[in-house]
């Protein structure tokens, strides 16, 4: 084989192909057909020939210029592919194709696959939250409790971790009902703690301040007080 046609056929390059568009180009629609004839578009473009012909295109691949352009026009209905104003350095106009809107649909097809995975995470770890509970409490939950529960997410905003957060605090301090939980994610919330790490900072903070303030020789009724919130964050 003579070694410098060898070169030359190497230095012609290569496509850079996207993955995410080699896996998911079924999900969005396109057959094998139009996923190829797209590669085509997109090597064409590279090689500088933005508005390439049906019989162009149809030269790469096992169908006619016929068929090459009913595939276009498919993808061009179907917002694939656009054909946009072309402008070079002499000003004279011409047609080119655009990818910019397959791009487009890749990312948001992604981005809705990307919320429908966090919703299912979400889902997940509601429900743990509820198998939790009844953990905790050593039987099924009333319907009430339910509500309180959905309530606690949903209107008050509490992630299901933090929600399990007060839950051991309430067990630790031997309070386990749903009103001392309340109570715990109310001053929680009140306070702007959001997550377990802005929990554990209030709590070094909380008990920093108890120190501070505890007289040196208190009273009996003194010792008398609530177990302090988010002992647990630090074991």
Known sequence: MDKKKLAEWLSQGSIAIPKLLL?????????????????HMHSFMEEGIVF????????????????????????????????????????????KYSLQPLWEKLVHYLY?????????????????????????????????ECETLAMWIDQDGHSP??????????VLSGKLNFRYIDRILFEWKKNGIRTIEQAQNYGKRFRKYQQSSKPTQPAQSEYKQTIPFFNWLES
């Not at 210029?65 to 656009?82: A, T």
């Open 23 to 39: 896996y998911h180009y079924k999900d969005l629609g396109l057959s094998e057909a139009e996923f190829v004839l797209l590669l």
């Open 52 to 95: 390439p012909t049906p019989a162009e295109l149809a030269e790469k691949m096992t169908v006619t210029p016929s068929e090459c352009m009913e595939m276009l026009r498919k993808l061009l209905q179907k917002g694939f592919i656009s054909i946009e104003e072309n402008v070079d350095e002499q000003e004279i106009r011409s047609e």
């Open 161 to 170: 971790l933090l929600i399990k957060a007060a839950l051991r605090e309430a």
């Open 112 to 144: 809705a696959e990307l919320l429908k995975e966090e919703k299912r995470e979400q889902q997940e770890e509601e429900q743990s939250l509820y198998t939790v509970f009844e953990q905790e409490f050593g039987r099924p939950l009333s319907p009430f």
